[in-house]
């Protein structure tokens, strides 16, 4: 990489807004959400891959897979961004450490936003467009195939831009994520791609399908009168919309400032950017919570899973005999 290079991303680093909220008081925000979420995500993976009917749910596929993805930041990178709020500083400050915090900060980020984008399409076949799931050969098609699209691509997309990318990375340890140093940044063309592909077509097609598939609910309801057929879709339209509404008040805002940012200027609305910068992990950290209360399944596990306790907890009370 060039020295003009290097001082452009040294000038990134330097002029990086910084929240008013001290470091060690995110450390523990984040901290106070981050153990219960933690145990509600190994509460909803265990009953999605124990339970056959939750398993075999075709809209249930995708939903498992995010939780899983979405684990895997849970364990690695908020613990990480944990630490570098507790020090201040990157450790261990090596490069592959590095690499691998933006895989998985970035990579794994545009893959669970990719894999809900598709969800939400897909929600529109599983409930209007049926027959296409009807047989072995259109589930493989219609549903199978497109996820195996969309982690390959995800896959591949990281393995270019972050692993191997056509440029060098400097790295940053004073910065979160070691100053998110994609040098492929540099080149407009391929930052355009990014933003636009990774990021904003996805969030408007989740917008979009779950803003339809409420309205064509709504509309059939009134229109065909089967409160039976509504009973069996609204479990999958709950879900649905509940993940879309923590979209569109994390995700949706920190996209569209970066879209502006990139288009016009660095600029622009800096201080919300540091702000919904931070605020964006506690979607990592509220997923599993959303898809807990989203379900009637997991809702009527955990309230007996809440009377058990109480009971035990009366039965080793002591009493006074009189």
């Given amino acids: 990489m060039s020295g003009e290079d290097s001082d452009f991303f040294k ?13 060690i008081v995110r450390f523990w925000i984040i901290l106070i959400f981050y153990i219960p979420s933690l145990i509600c995500s190994l509460f909803v993976l265990y009953y999605f891959i124990a339970s056959r009917t939750l398993r075999q749910a075709l809209h249930n596929h995708v939903i498992t897979l ?20 507790r ?15 933006i895989l998985i ?14 969800a939400t399409i897909e929600r529109h076949i599983l409930i209007f467009h049926d027959r296409l799931v009807a047989t072995r050969r259109k589930i493989l098609i219609f549903h199978y195939l497109p996820i195996v699209v969309v982690l390959l691509y995800c896959f591949c997309y990281s393995l270019i831009v972050i692993i ?25 063309a391929l930052a355009i791609w990014d933003i636009i592909f990774d990021h904003l077509i996805p969030i408007i097609i989740i917008i979009s399908c779950s803003l339809g598939l409420l309205l064509r609910i709504l509309y059939q309801k009134s229109q065909m009168r089967q409160p039976t057929r509504w009973r069996n879709y609204r479990k999958m339209t709950v879900q649905l919309l509940s993940i ?48 807990a209360g989203s379900m009637p399944e997991l809702q009527s ?22």
């Fill in 244 to 291: 879309s509404f923590l979209y569109l008040i994390i995700y949706i805002p920190h996209m569209f400032m970066e879209f502006l940012q990139l288009v016009i200027s660095e600029d622009i609305g800096a201080d919300f950017m540091a702000y919904s910068e931070f605020f964006a992990y506690y979607g990592n950290l509220l997923l599993p919570v959303v898809c």
């Fill in 164 to 188: 191997f990318p056509p440029c060098q990375n400097v790295f940053d340890y004073t910065q979160l994520v070691c100053g998110y140093p994609l040098c492929y940044y540099d080149q407009q």
């Fill in 66 to 85: 995010l939780l899983i993805v979405n684990f895997i930041v849970q364990l690695t990178s908020i613990p990480w961004i944990m630490n570098y709020y």
């Fill in 11 to 23: 000038n990134i680093s330097s002029t990086s807004y910084e929240i008013a909220i001290p470091r």
């Fill in 105 to 118: 900060d970035e990579g794994l980020t545009i893959t669970i936003t990719t894999l809900f984008a598709w």
């Fill in 301 to 322: 596990k955990l309230k007996k899973l809440f009377v058990c306790c109480k009971r035990q907890a009366r039965v080793i009370q002591p009493q006074t005999l009189t």
């Fill in 87 to 101: 020090l201040g500083h990157v450790s261990p400050q090596s490069p592959s450490f590095c690499i691998v915090w």
